[in-house]
């Protein structure tokens, strides 16, 4: 599954690139996080509680962060397991300077099994569409 967009902060570049590697901003702004915890340099252990149509679970994984071009650019991995299904996958994100507001353009690929990618799959990428939409309008309250 693909999943890629765009969204337009109204703060500086420096300011959105780093709200969006600070762990503490990441945990209260991703939906439905319980847990985001560092176990090393730019990597998280994490718990999510997500539902997609009628399944619903507790997924734990790990968050990591690579390819760091301050404040242009990284790359995010993750993978996660729960009862429902593991979800596996990595994203690029681009911070692009536009004067008094940023644009972050985010690219990436997932593979989903198990029962959520059986019976969710159509609805699996209008519900990450929905969980990145209020990830990026959660962040830019934090701002």
Known sequence: MELSGE?????????V???MLDP???????PGCEKLEAIG?????????????????????KVRITDKVAPERY?????GSGPQGQ????????FIDNG?????????EANVTGTIARVGARMIQPAARTIA?????????KG
């Open 87 to 94: 979800v596996n996958g990595s994203g690029q994100l681009e």
């Open 133 to 141: 939409g209020q990830f990026f309008k959660s962040i830019e309250t």
């Open 17 to 19: 690139y780093n709200m």
């Open 41 to 61: 340099e730019d990597e998280y252990a994490a718990t999510m509680k997500i539902g997609i149509a009628m399944i619903k679970g507790t997924f734990s994984g």
């Open 100 to 108: 008094d507001t940023t644009t972050v353009k985010y690219n990436g």
């Open 24 to 30: 503490e901003v990441l945990k209260a702004s991703l």
């Open 75 to 79: 790359t995010m991995h993750i993978e």
């Open 7 to 15: 969204h337009v902060f109204n703060l500086p570049r420096e300011q």
